[in-house]
């Protein structure tokens, strides 16, 4: 061990000696903050979520925070506790005495918080000039977008930040003016990981995607743009600056139930494959406007994308077509680094035909790198040859240990069940695996017969069966009995 690892690890040890937390949960518990000696405080956490903080005991709260001027770390879980702007800008007020601040968590949601409250908060943190990472929960006050300019002026002062996190999420008013004129601007020279859920329009996405391709050490990015209004310009702007951020190592876009459609789809995702420090990619399209139009382009580009290990994709409710399905297992193979892979294509407008899976199955045994493989195909008639080819793949895969499918309402009968014990059997590299079969039509003997073939399994580690709702004692006594077989909360 170096010397500079030992003086690191010796200062870690002396400053959680010198650190105290404060855990309390209830209102009368905060007394227990009263008598410490506050000077010497280093972490405060509060949690007063669902409480409902009245006026004199949110003061005291205020006026502790204040007094402790070597907090380092402070975490406030103030969600539905009555908290009002007053209250609000008296916090922010609290917090701005503290300038040994380095880390800042506050959860404000469901609270009765307007505009003029929320900037009068930022505004007291931002003096916090040593700040490294700042949470900030806003969701379901009287905020709208209009006060993300403030926010981001307050917040660009804080110019040590590295991680951000701010969520802001509200419902309009049928009344209320769109946000087209408002610009996203975050400034933070040595930003790291930045994650933002708000409401974005085109014009927001546009000057947000500036703002990233000037971060020049930004390395992971989580955008949450569930049910936004932008359209497939936004999502072209967006890929286009992604694109410069070549320090990305992990993104993470929520596009779920947008208005996304092939076009800003295809664009985002020839941005997403320049960034080819990447090594972690979550797209939720759930919901969304896209087809099969360019389901095999996006798979292609995807492939050049040559650090990826971890890809996390839901088309769940789209109609990405039987080709994304072909293309993808063709493609997999290709894919050196790839170790972890989770796929959701439940309700989706693909045909499950043997010659689909057939495809993809042979990419599954084809991978050399994949370890873990999560497959949702629930909603669709998933029969016994179809079944066969999917296991195959399984099965024959020298690099799988860990493996989920989820088969709600796919008809899986007696036949493909015991495909199923089958291919669980031949895999010797599995440690664990995980089935929902809820809501199929199977019968309680095949139920004890698939128990019979995993408890066979002695390289596994565990298991999970999902059946539903279960009222068979003699089967239920059966299945219980079972080695190294366990069972969701479906069970009864």
Known sequence: MSQNTQCSDQMMMNFFKRTQVIDTSKIPQIEDLKNQNLKELKIITLNLSGKTIYHENFVDVCKIISQCQNLTTLCLNLKSANIASEGASRLGESISFCQQLLILNLDLSYNNIDVKGSLNLVQGLSKCLQLQSLSLNFDSNKINNSAAIKFCEYINQCQNLENLDIEMNYIKNQDEQGDQDIQIQISCPKLLYLKLSLQFSDFMLSKLAEALSQSSQLSKLVLILVKNNFSDLGMTLLGDQIAYCQSLTELNLNLRESKLGDEGFIKLTQGIAKCQNLKSLNLDCFHTQITQKYSKTFIDKLSQIVYLSSFVLNFGSTKIGNGFLVKFGETLPKLKRLNKFNLCLNDSSIAFSQATLKEFGEGLENSQSLKQF???????????????????????????????????????????????????????????????????????????????????????????????????????????????????????
């Open 374 to 492: 999560d497959l949702d195909i629930s909603g669709y008639v998933v029969g016994a040859e179809e079944m066969q080819y999917l296991c195959k793949g399984i099965s024959n895969s020298k690099s799988l240990t860990n493996f989920s499918l989820r088969l709600v309402r796919c008809q899986i009968d007696q036949q493909s069940l015991k495909y199923f014990g089958n291919c669980i059997v031949q895999c010797t590299n599995l440690i664990s695996f995980q089935v929902n079969l809820i809501a199929n039509e199977v019968s309680d003997e095949s139920k004890i017969e698939l128990g019979k073939q995993i408890s066979k399994c002695q390289h596994l580690l565990c298991c999970y069966l999902f059946f539903g709702f279960v009222s068979n004692i003699k089967l239920i006594n059966a299945l219980k009995c079972l080695k190294l077989v366990k069972f969701g909360p479906f069970l009864r």
